[in-house]
């Protein structure tokens, strides 16, 4: 009798919460009324079914440039809307970003066992103590050395590039610029030799990553005892392992270290936390653990990508290809010296090769956030609980002819100037914009400059990939679908 009632009481318990999602979903629903909705859905599973038809971000991007500002749609139980307007991103990025906040549950959720609660995923109070910790270390302090290490690894990748030249063999640039962005970012950030970096990248934090994409579209291989299930927890703790050995060591030996005259990201970071008076933890290790995978996710493919699209349009653009090597013959002269931060900053037209691929190829085309208390997105009502595909790929495709490679719109008065001053901000948004903006943006740039610069000034590039421009179907950040394979001349 008494487990009767038990099961009666848990079986009310189910109902009742399968009631409360049931009510929050219809609520959100009716709240919705006023936004277009997305064509195909249907009651059971929403717009699942039309959404993998093909890539869900040129499908989204697709609705929302059919029915401007905004578009709503339902992923099984999740309601979403699709902002696809400068405004609507203006709403949501800066004007009342605080009511926006990372949705952990839904896109973030496959990355948390290897993100945890570094700054991409953290929220509230401790993702501003940890942004106002980084930010210095990222955007000022380190720049003057991003030139070198840059440098660096332009050199060793161009000793590649001389024997595919002699053995007339192709290269797939895509994958050379993975591992080229992974060697600057473990040097800038952990001072790893390259080799270093070659060894322990490709064999723990590369797959796992890979795993964690999987689960984004098969979230149930998270629970499933397969092998790829054990591989992944096995690399993540040797991962973490490896990753906390170097941290516990460099506390240990941080006075010495003050004194040299090369500080990483990691030596500043420590120098920071120190000044704040705090002591070794281990909730202090795990956290620095976090925000150094952290800087390895954000800072390495995303750069690839914008490397590998420009040098790719490069090929297709030989007036802009001779203007870009004219500038690098300028910064870095026939010596080939390490410019100034400012000779390197001066390189403008290869910034806006760079700015123009992010904008034609949204190397990250939607970014993801959930809605905290009812607001109004351009005019409209969006209840608390709302999904949002913020969608930059929309925005980037409503310049004039988007699909046209033209790195003349963002010379001084070209397109972008043209844009209203109040939303010219969010008219480029490879980054995204207001207090939650990349902050390895000026990095990214500078690195891509210096690569890019010294490479066109020492080779001729000529594709051999049959389909060089069609864009991964699945994986964000986007690049090439089959990779990006070159003849060097
Ligand atoms: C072309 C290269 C890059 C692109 C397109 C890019 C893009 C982005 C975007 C769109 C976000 C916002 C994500 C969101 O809010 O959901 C972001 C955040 C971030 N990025 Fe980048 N990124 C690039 C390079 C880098 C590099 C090189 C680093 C590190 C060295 C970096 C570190 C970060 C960090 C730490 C955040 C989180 C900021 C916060 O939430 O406070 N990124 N990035």
Not at 121 to 132: I, K, N, P
Not at 228 to 248: E, V
Not at 431 to 438: A, D, E, T, V
Not at 452 to 463: E, G, M, N, P, S
Request: include cysteine.
């Amino acid at each position: 009798m008494a487990a009767l009632l038990g099961a009666a009481c848990v079986a009310a318990l189910i109902a009742l919460r399968c009631l409360r999602c049931l009510w929050q979903i219809i609520s959100i629903e009716r709240g919705l009324r006023g936004v277009s909705k997305a064509p195909g859905g249907n009651i059971l599973i929403g717009h699942v079914l039309p959404l993998l038809k093909g890539t869900p971000w040129n499908i989204m991007a697709a609705w929302v440039m059919d029915s401007p500002p905004l578009v709503h749609l339902r992923i099984l139980q999740r309601s979403m809307v699709i902002v696809g307007s400068a405004e609507g991103l203006k709403r949501v990025f800066q004007t009342n970003q605080r009511n926006y906040v990372k949705d952990l549950d839904f896109s973030f959720h496959p990355f948390l066992p290897i993100l945890g609660t570094g700054l991409v995923t953290a929220q509230g109070q401790l993702w501003q103590q940890q942004r106002l910790l980084m930010a210095p270390t990222l955007r000022v302090d380190v720049l003057d050395d991003v030139i070198g290490v840059a440098k660096r690894a332009a050199d060793r990748i161009s000793v590649k590039l001389d024997a595919a030249k002699r053995s007339g063999k192709a290269i797939d640039m895509e994958e050379e610029f993975r591992l080229l962005t992974l060697q600057v970012i473990g040097e800038a950030v952990l001072s790893l030799p390259p080799e270093e970096c070659d060894r322990v990248f490709p064999q723990l934090y590369l797959p796992v990553m890979a795993e964690a994409n999987l689960r984004s579209i098969r979230p149930w291989r998270a629970y499933m005892p397969t092998p790829s299930f054990f591989a992944f927890h096995w690399r993540m703790s040797r991962l973490d392992s490896y990753i906390k050995r170097l941290l516990q060591q460099r506390w240990r030996t941080r006075s010495q270290r003050r004194s040299s005259a090369k500080l990483d990201i990691l030596d500043r970071l420590l120098n920071a936390i120190e000044a704040k008076g705090e002591t070794w933890s281990a909730v202090l290790e795990t956290q620095l653990c976090y925000e150094v995978k952290t800087f390895l996710l954000a800072g390495h493919e995303t750069s690839a990508a914008m490397l590998t699209w420009t040098l790719y349009e490069l090929t297709r653009r030989p007036d802009m290809l001779a203007k870009v090597k004219q500038e690098a013959e300028e910064a870095f002269g026939t010596a080939e010296a390490e410019p100034s931060r400012q000779a390197a900053e001066q390189m403008t037209l290869t910034l806006s090769c760079l700015q123009e691929s992010l904008r034609k190829y949204s190397v990250v085309p939607v970014v993801t956030r959930r809605v905290a208390a009812d607001d109004k997105i351009c005019g409209q009502h969006i209840p608390k609980g709302t999904y949002l595909a913020c969608c930059l790929q929309a925005v980037h495709n409503s310049w004039q002819e988007p699909e046209s490679w033209r790195p003349e719109r963002f010379h001084p008065g070209g397109e972008y100037d043209g844009f209203k001053e109040d939303i010219r901000p969010f008219m480029f948004v490879p980054f995204i914009q207001g207090p939650r903006n990349c902050l390895g943006q000026y990095f990214a740039l500078l690195e891509a400059r210096i690569v890019l610069a010294l490479l066109v000034k020492r080779f001729t590039f000529c594709c051999a990939s049959p389909d060089p421009a069609t864009r991964h179907p699945s994986v964000i950040p986007v690049g090439p679908a089959d990779g990006m394979h070159m003849h060097i001349r």
